[in-house]
């Protein structure tokens, strides 16, 4: 373990827009019939910053919640009520310290709100377990990372949700990512052409429609359908894996209009999984966006609420832009990032 009182570790995670397959990364559809997922990272973040204390307590600050919470150093710390925080502390000092509580402060902020659907919370866990990783010097690669952010989400915590958001925040740019029986994941980076970057970054926006108020309910209905062998819900998830297929092969040629389709059938498909994944105030963006020269779109993330992506000819973006923010929505171009989460350290 790192021993110098004076340096502060510091990590960042990109997040990630979703931009086909998502969904087929859940429990039990992925182990059953293997899931797919398209997505690619974004110009922004989840930061974890770790500084060692030296009057045996721990301090947890989440400094883009406004919460902060300081406890008497310990292996476990079950008042902690930033839960994140707290199973990352736990994992990390079980797994990477033999147990031996470590006094610190731990600062996160995220770029982004709550329930954003862009995998916030998953981007935290991965900057969380990659600064832990420094501090104790661990050795654990970019999946090592992702797993153990996956496991300490949904195994120790109990969080509802899938597997592609951890690999995203880790491993960072481009990805069609696999996902198989017995946890095997597959990252494949994408050889985007600089054009097809360009056009496709030209052509998206992104829209906060509002918090996402149910994606835990969302994700538990469509965990259900997989359970109970719903026939329309297995219908949609496999529509949803072959989209990512056809999505990826379209992201390559660089071809705008072919994945503005697949955008279109994904979010019909992604509708009929459960219920509540649009909601009024998405369906009036969403009117609103093809009212005013958009050429597809659908939730990122698991939906209910969160950021509405789309994609439009880049001649007609500022006229789409001010139109949604003319709505009352916060909508904004994006940049996409090639890097996976960073950690390094500073002397205080």
């Known amino acids: 373990m790192t021993e110098n009182l004076h340096t502060?570790?510091?990590?960042?995670?990109?997040?990630?827009?979703?931009?086909?397959?998502?969904?087929?990364?859940?429990?039990?559809?992925?182990?059953?019939?293997?899931?797919?997922?398209?997505?690619?990272?974004?110009?922004?973040?989840?930061?974890?910053?770790?500084?060692?204390?030296?009057?045996?307590?721990?301090?947890?600050?989440?400094?883009?919640?406004g919460r902060e919470e300081a406890l008497a150093a310990a292996s476990q710390l079950p008042r902690a009520d930033l839960l994140l925080h707290r199973g990352v502390y736990?994992?990390?000092?079980?797994?990477?310290?033999?147990?031996?509580?470590?006094?610190?402060?731990?600062?996160?902020?995220v770029d982004a709100p709550m329930g954003s659907g862009l995998g916030s919370s998953s981007a935290l866990v991965v900057a969380l377990v990659?600064?832990?990783?420094?501090?104790?010097?661990?050795?654990?690669?970019?999946?090592?990372?992702?797993?153990?952010?996956?496991?300490?989400?949904?195994l120790d915590?109990?969080?509802?949700?899938?597997k592609q958001d951890q690999y995203a925040a880790a491993f960072g740019g481009t990805n069609f990512i696999e996902f198989l029986a017995k946890d095997r994941v597959i990252v494949n980076p994408l050889r985007v052409s600089d054009s097809a970057r360009n056009e496709l970054e030209s052509?998206?926006?992104?829209?906060?429609?509002?918090?996402?108020?149910d994606a835990a309910v969302i994700i538990e209905q469509q965990t259900a359908g997989i359970i109970d062998q719903s026939a329309r819900a297995l219908a949609a998830m496999n529509r949803?894996?072959?989209?990512?297929i056809e999505m990826k092969n379209a992201l390559l040629a660089g071809d705008i209009p072919a994945m503005a389709e697949i955008l279109s059938d994904s979010w019909r498909a992604k509708k009929l999984t459960a219920p509540g994944i649009s909601t009024d105030r998405i369906d009036q963006l969403y009117d609103i966006a093809l009212?005013?020269?958009?050429?597809?779109?659908?939730?990122?993330?698991?939906?209910?609420?969160?950021?509405?992506?789309?994609?439009?000819?880049?001649?007609?973006?500022?006229?789409?832009?001010?139109?949604?923010?003319?709505?009352?929505?916060?909508?904004?171009?994006?940049?996409f990032t090639e890097r996976g989460c960073e950690t390094w350290q500073v002397l205080r």
């Open 240 to 244: 949803l894996k072959a989209d990512a």
């Open 291 to 335: 009212a005013n020269g958009a050429l597809a779109g659908k939730v990122s993330g698991a939906g209910g609420g969160g950021f509405v992506m789309f994609l439009v000819h880049p001649e007609d973006r500022l006229g789409l832009l001010d139109a949604l923010n003319a709505a009352g929505g916060i909508a904004g171009p994006v940049k």
């Open 8 to 65: 502060t570790i510091r990590a960042r995670a990109p997040l990630r827009l979703g931009l086909a397959g998502g969904g087929t990364d859940l429990s039990p559809y992925c182990d059953e019939f293997g899931g797919a997922v398209l997505n690619t990272t974004i110009d922004r973040f989840a930061y974890a910053f770790i500084t060692p204390r030296e009057d045996g307590r721990v301090v947890f600050r989440a400094r883009d919640l």
């Open 90 to 109: 736990e994992r990390m000092v079980a797994a990477h310290n033999a147990g031996r509580a470590v006094a610190a402060t731990i600062t996160t902020t």
């Open 157 to 162: 915590l109990g969080l509802a949700g899938g």
């Open 203 to 213: 052509s998206l926006v992104i829209c906060f429609s509002g918090r996402s108020r």
């Open 130 to 154: 990659d600064a832990f990783r420094v501090l104790f010097g661990a050795p654990l690669g970019q999946y090592d990372v992702a797993h153990l952010a996956f496991e300490i989400e949904r």
